[in-house]
């Protein structure tokens, strides 16, 4: 039995879970067809389940309530727990988003056994060996996974996420899960809404216009702003971005961001770092501008421009206003 | 809780690459003569809201390491910026699986409780540079029992809560966490702070408590390393500089998507 903690927003299972329950099926497929059973935790539309179903999910566990409202770290693990016992899961996984490694984390130290990080591949069931990402994605670990249960969570955006070709049966059943009053201690108390609606038209975005550390500052975004305007796109921002705060976390492109397939993607000031890559890779056309013509993402493009973002993008802005004017 | 917050900050040495490794020849270890070792940026950051903490709260931050007596070097860079005391649990970090270091950490926080140093607030990084785990963190609030939140960017303690912001899936959440606690910081929320002349002359001067481990490491599970497959470039160069406006508006429209 395979168990996937599924993190969800308003509307159901989020891409990364749908990823590793796509993982969890080729897995289960090696292994003789063992199931593979989710966990929900929080509030979720009702719809999950026949998503996850479509999936190939065969049981859909729930917990919910005012104890779930918020996100606990270890109240979710409390219920991964159940859900696991319930299962009698010999593997359980999650997506390697923030939640997904800090769950599964909390669940691997309560029954002591190992977890790995970022799991891009598997190479053998018995021993079971995984292979993945560190040293920042630039080297994979083989591991082996000697335990049971096997606890690891699977890299942002490394699979592709796909429906089951036999659809589960994505029966729904409740969970009662103890809790101890120290696993609601710490919990969040509020969170900042931040408008995210800009995720959604990034990921559907005919065009988009990364920018990353060349940018040079939070002043450094005029220009692609302005082309990704010219060219009805989104701005996409690699994390490096993010972390300094020079832009917000739902302009980014990578494993711990969105994932786009955009018809061109035009990347400035981005090295193509691999968690990068994880985000952009389906894009059909990439066009990097960068001063490195050795940084990785200017040799995996298809075409590539040699030089500095601030000097070549508003180039190429001013030839589209001078075309456009007829010039 | 009135009185000073005494802060522990874990970090790890770590070998200084960005982009391309090398690996060494048993295929066990980054390879890292050719670009030496640092602190990574979860950790600088770390080491900064530990400082700023403990000075705000009127207290010391204790920093620690587990691994090769090298490690010193990346004890000493925290100790010029405002740690005043030091502990290297000497091992060789070949050895070290993520749960082993847990482990070891707990025992330097419960050895000096004993001794009447107590940490309201241990600090690490969210996850580290090399091996990336992503549990080190919540593995020693496990074994200490206390309360852990992860990948914060800032922190503030008053009357012995720590108020933390982190970026959460649908925007900033705020926590609220009695001390004492465990919290692991994600790079970006605060700007890591340059050692000063006398920040440097202190820091040579702090003895390093060096101390050996107190039980054999089950380790990590590794095999090997690999390398990801090489790219050979396929890029068409359409030129240099803004000269190559042109090409790439012309490409643009062929694409299709220049208007
Ligand atoms: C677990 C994990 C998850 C991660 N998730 C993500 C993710 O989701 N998304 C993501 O993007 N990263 C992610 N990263 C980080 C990733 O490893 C890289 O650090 C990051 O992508 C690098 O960002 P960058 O390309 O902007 O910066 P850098 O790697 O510093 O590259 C900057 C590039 O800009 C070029 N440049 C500099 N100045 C100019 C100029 N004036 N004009 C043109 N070019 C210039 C340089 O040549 C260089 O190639 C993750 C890392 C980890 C460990
Ligand atoms: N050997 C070590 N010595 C001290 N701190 C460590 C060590 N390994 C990990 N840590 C801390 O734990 C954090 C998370 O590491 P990890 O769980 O291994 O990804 C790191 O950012 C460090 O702060």
């Known amino acids: 039995m395979i168990l996937v903690y599924v993190e969800t927003t308003a509307d159901g299972a989020d891409e990364v879970s749908l990823e590793t329950i796509t993982f969890a099926r080729s897995l289960s497929a090696a292994g003789g067809g063992v199931p593979v059973d989710a966990m929900v935790v929080g509030p979720a539309p009702d719809s999950v389940a026949d998503q996850l179903a479509a999936h190939g999910v065969r049981t859909v566990y729930r917990a919910d309530g005012a104890d779930f409202e918020r996100f606990s770290g270890a109240a979710t693990a409390r219920a991964v727990l159940a859900a696991r016992e319930a299962a009698g899961a010999v593997v359980v996984t999650a997506g390697g988003t923030n939640r997904g490694n800090e769950v599964l984390a909390r669940v691997a130290s309560q029954v002591e056994v190992p977890m790995a990080a970022n799991v891009v591949a598997f190479e053998g069931l018995s021993p079971f060996v995984v292979v993945r990402q560190v040293v920042g994605g630039a080297a994979l670990e083989h591991l082996r996974l000697g335990h049971r249960p096997a606890i690891f969570t699977v890299a942002g955006h490394a699979v592709e996420p796909a429906a089951a070709e036999t659809p589960g049966q994505g029966s729904v059943a409740p969970l009662e899960v103890a809790l101890d009053p120290a696993d609601l201690a710490v919990r969040v108390v509020s969170v900042e809404k931040q408008d995210d609606s800009g995720a959604d038209s990034l990921k559907s975005a005919r065009v988009v216009v990364g920018a990353g550390r060349g940018a040079g500052g939070p002043d450094g975004f005029d220009g692609v702003t302005e082309l990704a305007k010219l060219l009805g796109g989104s701005l996409g921002v690699s994390r490096v971005v993010t972390s300094l705060g020079w832009r917000p976390h739902h302009e980014q492109v990578g494993q711990t961001g969105s994932r786009i397939s955009p018809e061109v993607y035009i990347p400035c000031g981005i090295s193509g770092a691999i968690q990068h890559w994880a985000g952009c890779s389906s894009s059909k056309v990439i066009l990097a501008i960068n001063t490195d013509p050795e940084a990785p993402m200017m040799t995996k493009a298809t075409y590539a421009v040699v030089g500095d973002m601030h000097e070549v993008v508003p180039a190429i802005n001013e030839e589209i206003h001078r075309r456009r004017a007829g010039g | ?259």
């Not at chain 2, 390398?227 to 500089?241: H, I, K």
């Open chain 2, 1 to 259: 809780m009135a009185g000073p917050t005494n802060v522990l900050v874990c970090v790890k040495r770590v070998p200084d690459v960005s982009g391309e490794v090398m690996l060494t020849e048993d295929g066990q270890q980054v390879d890292a003569r050719h670009v030496g070792f640092t602190l990574s940026d979860h950790e600088s950051c770390a080491v900064e809201l530990a400082v700023q903490v403990a000075q705000a709260g009127g207290g010391e931050v204790t920093v620690v390491s587990v691994g090769a007596a090298e490690s010193v070097e990346q004890i000493r860079s925290a100790l010029g910026v405002g740690c005043s005391a030091a502990v290297l649990v000497e091992a060789d970090p070949a050895c070290l699986g993520p749960a082993d270091v847990a482990l070891e950490i707990a025992e330097v926080v419960r050895d000096h409780e004993g001794r009447g140093t107590s940490y309201d607030l241990v600090l690490l990084g969210n996850d580290a540079a090399d091996s990336g785990d992503f549990q080190v963190p919540v593995r020693l609030a496990h074994e200490l029992g206390r309360p852990v939140v992860t990948g914060i960017k800032t922190a503030t303690v008053t009357d012995g809560l720590a108020r933390l912001r982190a970026d959460g899936p649908d925007g900033t959440e705020t926590y609220e966490v009695p001390l004492p606690a465990v919290v692991s910081v994600m790079e970006g929320g605060v700007e890591p702070r340059y050692p000063t002349i006398s920040g440097r002359m202190t820091a040579k001067k702090v003895e390093v408590e060096t101390r050996a481990p107190s039980r054999e490491p089950v380790g990590s599970g590794r095999l090997k390393l690999t390398l990801p497959p090489p790219t050979r470039s396929t890029a068409q160069v359409l030129g240099e500089g803004p000269g190559a406006a042109p090409a790439v508006v012309d490409l643009l429209e062929q694409l299709g998507v220049a208007r």
